[in-house]
């Protein structure tokens, strides 16, 4: 009886650590870095795989196959002692509604990363004290996958996260490292929270939950209803790009959506094939000739 209790409550302890909130892979490469000291990449890559994945991060309980799923891959470039210098790529995805596809939520390229590592000394973090560039930054993106991830079920469901990834920007301000405040660049942490968290362009992150939740999501059951929640999810992204021409926020999403929004559209009706290339030529011109396959494309 003993043995059965024991098994037992290692399953239980195996079980809650396996059911955070993550299932995110996580790389370290090195191609530019010469020596032959590559072991101290595999340990960080380790402990970072530790600190997302088995670290609590919300106060729910997700199940297994709730885990959020993406990628963080870093590259260093250039390492001196104790500092590292690279870029930091973070991808998420999430699962549609009764398939086996996964659309992708995110995918950004951060150059701006550096940091001070220590092989073997435990990565600290807090949520209320900006503790080291690299733990700061990863728990950023954390933040951010949740709330892009909250977002896509449920209207301004990814506000709480927001403000925690806020938080840690504000926390920024006395940095030495970049990437943390709004004059340096029009396009990092800081401004990527900042449209995220702006009033005048919430009609981005309800284009996420409409085109999400309210189409993808159905698009198993009745693809034209499907489709008729994502046109209105072009039109609120075009509501903010007058609103801001060239908004990163909008960037990003479009980044993310651009093959998919031909594929979806691709089988569409003449009349909402044109008025989707329309907006979609006038918010994201770079890519028109993309979107014109849309046109050309037989139903």
């Known amino acids: 009886m003993k043995h059965i209790i024991v098994i037992s409550l290692f399953s239980?302890?195996?079980?809650c650590a396996k059911a955070q909130e993550f299932n995110v892979t996580v790389q370290v490469?090195?191609?530019?870095?010469?020596?032959?000291?590559?072991?101290?990449?595999?340990?960080?890559?380790?402990?970072?795989?530790?600190f997302v994945n088995n670290r609590k991060w919300t106060n729910y309980i997700y199940k297994p196959e709730e885990r959020i799923e993406g990628t963080i891959l870093i590259t260093v470039e250039q390492r001196?002692?104790?500092?590292?210098?690279?870029?930091?790529?973070?991808?998420?995805?999430?699962?549609?509604?009764?398939?086996?596809?996964?659309?992708?939520?995110?995918?950004y390229l951060d150059r701006d990363f550096e940091f001070k590592y220590v092989e073997f000394q435990p990565l600290e973090y807090s949520d209320n004290v900006f503790t080291t560039n690299l733990t700061s930054t990863i728990a950023y993106y954390l933040y951010l996958y949740l709330g892009l991830d909250g977002d896509?079920?449920?209207?301004?469901?990814?506000?709480?996260?927001?403000?925690?990834?806020?938080n840690i920007v504000n926390m920024g301000q006395n940095a030495r490292e970049k990437g943390w405040k709004a004059f340096e660049g029009q396009k990092n942490r800081y401004w990527l929270i900042e449209n995220l968290?702006?009033?005048?362009?919430?009609?981005v992150r309800e284009a996420s939950y409409r085109y999400h939740r309210l189409g993808l999501d159905l698009?198993?059951?009745?693809?034209?209803?499907?489709?008729?929640?994502i046109n209105e999810s072009l039109e609120l992204l075009r509501k903010a790009n007058r609103e801001r021409p060239g908004l990163f926020i909008l960037q990003l999403f479009l980044e993310a959506?651009?093959?998919?929004?031909?594929?979806?559209?691709?089988?569409?009706?003449?009349?909402?094939k044109t008025k989707?290339?329309?907006?979609?030529?006038?918010?994201?011109?770079?890519?028109?000739?993309?979107?014109?396959?849309?046109?050309?494309?037989?139903?």
Do not use: H
């Open 12 to 15: 239980l302890v195996c079980l």
């Open 29 to 50: 490469t090195s191609p530019q870095v010469e020596g032959t000291e590559k072991k101290i990449f595999e340990t960080l890559q380790q402990e970072l795989f530790d």
């Open 80 to 107: 001196s002692g104790e500092d590292f210098k690279g870029k930091i790529n973070v991808a998420l995805r999430r699962p549609v509604f009764k398939s086996s596809y996964n659309t992708t939520l995110l995918n």
């Open 152 to 166: 896509s079920f449920a209207k301004n469901g990814g506000s709480p996260y927001f403000a925690k990834a806020q």
């Open 197 to 203: 968290t702006n009033p005048t362009y919430s009609s």
């Open 219 to 229: 698009m198993a059951d009745d693809v034209e209803a499907g489709r008729a929640a």
């Open 257 to 272: 959506k651009r093959d998919e929004l031909v594929n979806i559209y691709s089988q569409a009706s003449p009349m909402d």
């Open 276 to 299: 989707a290339v329309n907006i979609l030529k006038e918010i994201d011109p770079a890519s028109a000739s993309k979107y014109q396959r849309i046109l050309e494309a037989a139903k």
